[in-house]
């Protein structure tokens, strides 16, 4: 049997290096612009950097897909235009798009071009995505992750078009596509200039008694105490005080690890695993990579996959299957 496609971050071109040679069977990567869900400095591919990393990645048998998924704004759609003009020329195997005026452009522009809707278009109905397929040739949709095991078996059942599901890495309690929070503490939004939290914004103290404080824009998010390990700053992931208790309102500090749900993936139909963490360190992208892989391909032949222990990589070292396991319903 087939394995599955292991899908795998890329923020920078030594970090596709270590994903392809870790057994990524494709990487997903950026330009560094706005046109990209993860415009953090120090981030992202240069034209020239992204036709090296496509040689680089072909020679190896590995994909390159290029996300273009953030929101085109009124009268600005060039640079979207530019970025996928660019990354076709450059030959990469799939655009990765969230603006439905992109989509139309690239579906248009370029028939023959492979693409692929981004979790960013939060598209989680058969209806949705049968009119993404229908209207521009869409070939697999990466699903939010707000949907059960259940409803991504069924949603396969219905829909001609391939899936593809996060496996490990951070989560959004929020709509993809969709958050205002950051927008609202900082002015950028994340959905049309690309970046959640921009460290622009991004502000630490150490108080007199060794506490440390966590702010974002004007609003302080966290306060932790001596020793504790301090959390990047997002409203989603803040602490504050409510109702007389200070706790994490939205939610806690957790990863994603659905590394022992991947026969239950295959079974429901998913064609493709993705790996978050284009914000991560190379070291994180070679041990995540290479233990998904050893598990898929143990998967795929039926054998054991040995320890895959990722749990000290998971933000504030805990882990979650998420929604997959939801049993509230």
């Known amino acids: 049997m087939s394995a599955m496609e292991l899908v795998c971050p890329a923020g920078t071109p030594s970090a596709l290096r270590e994903a392809v040679e870790a057994g990524a069977h494709a990487v997903y990567c950026g330009f560094r612009d706005e046109t990209n869900a993860r415009n953090f400095p120090g981030l992202n591919f240069s034209r020239k950097e992204l036709e090296e990393a496509v040689a680089f990645a072909h020679d190896r048998g590995a994909k ?122 900082t002015g950028k939004s994340p959905n049309m200039t690309g970046v959640c939290s921009p460290p622009s914004h991004v502000a630490y103290r150490e108080e007199d008694d060794g506490e440390m404080v966590s702010r974002l824009g004007a609003f302080t998010i966290n306060r932790f105490a001596p020793g504790e390990k301090a959390g990047y700053p997002t409203l989603c992931k803040g602490r504050f005080e409510t109702g007389g208790r200070t706790f994490y309102v939205f939610e806690e500090p957790t990863s994603l690890n659905a590394v022992d749900m991947l026969k239950e993936f295959r079974d429901a139909g998913v064609t493709a695993l993705k790996i978050e963490g284009r914000q991560r360190s190379k070291a994180y992208v070679r041990q995540v990579v290479g233990d998904f892989r050893r598990a898929v391909d143990a998967l795929a032949s039926g054998a054991d996959a040995g320890d895959l222990s990722l749990t000290s990589l998971s933000e504030g070292t805990r882990e979650t299957q998420g929604v997959y396991r939801k049993t509230w319903r």
């Not at 409803?151 to 391939?162: F, M, P, T, Y």
């Open 64 to 185: 390159v897909l290029v996300a273009i998924n953030t929101f085109a704004q009124a009268g600005r759609t060039k640079l979207w235009k530019q970025a996928v003009d660019d990354a076709v020329s450059i030959g990469v195997d799939a655009l990765i798009l969230a603006d439905m005026g992109i989509i139309d452009y690239a579906a248009s522009r370029h028939p023959d071009q492979r693409l692929h809707l981004s979790v960013q278009a939060s598209a989680s109905s058969p209806e949705a995505i049968e009119f993404y397929v229908r209207e521009f040739g869409i070939r697999r949709v990466v699903l939010p992750r707000v949907l059960t095991l259940p409803e991504i078996r069924a949603l396969n059942d219905e829909i001609d078009c391939e899936t593809e599901v996060f496996v490990y890495g951070g989560l959004c309690v929020m709509a993809e596509g969709r958050c205002l929070l950051s927008s609202y503490a």
